[in-house]
């Protein structure tokens, strides 16, 4: 990723405005996981470059397979991200990980909740 044409700036994350994203998942799913949960998202757009500040509640599990890119740290709790192919993986606070677009589609849950910095 080559970042241009973004002037130097800071972002006061708590003065940004956040938005709510329900996750809608199949009963059945729902029923091995608990509650689908709420993801809060703080966005900030430079160009073709988002930068969030999201909140995934306890019982969050995402609504669908993710194929775009991102580096995502984790600031806070713990989330697992699922692969297509099977493989899994589990953030705890300070960790991170990154993905090249259409590399491994993917999914994230957690049970206890927890609160990103992704860059897509």
């Known amino acids: 990723m080559r970042i241009d044409n973004i002037p130097f700036g800071t972002t006061d994350w708590s003065v940004i405005a956040p938005t709510t994203h329900h996750q809608r998942v199949h009963a059945r ?5 608990g509650d689908a949960g709420v993801a809060t998202w703080s966005t900030q757009q430079f160009g073709d470059i988002r930068v969030r500040l999201v909140d995934y509640s306890p019982g969050y599990v ?3 397979w993710c194929s775009k890119g991102h580096i ?3 600031v806070d709790g713990e989330m ?15 960790m991170s990980y990154q993905v090249a677009a259409d590399d491994g589609e993917h999914r994230s849950h957690t049970d ?3 609160r990103l910095f992704i860059v897509d």
């Open 62 to 64: 995402a609504d669908h």
């Open 80 to 94: 697992t991200t699922d692969l297509k192919d099977g493989r899994s993986f589990t953030l705890k606070t300070g």
């Open 72 to 74: 995502i740290f984790c």
């Open 112 to 114: 206890k909740g927890a």
């Open 29 to 33: 799913l729902r029923r091995a996981r």
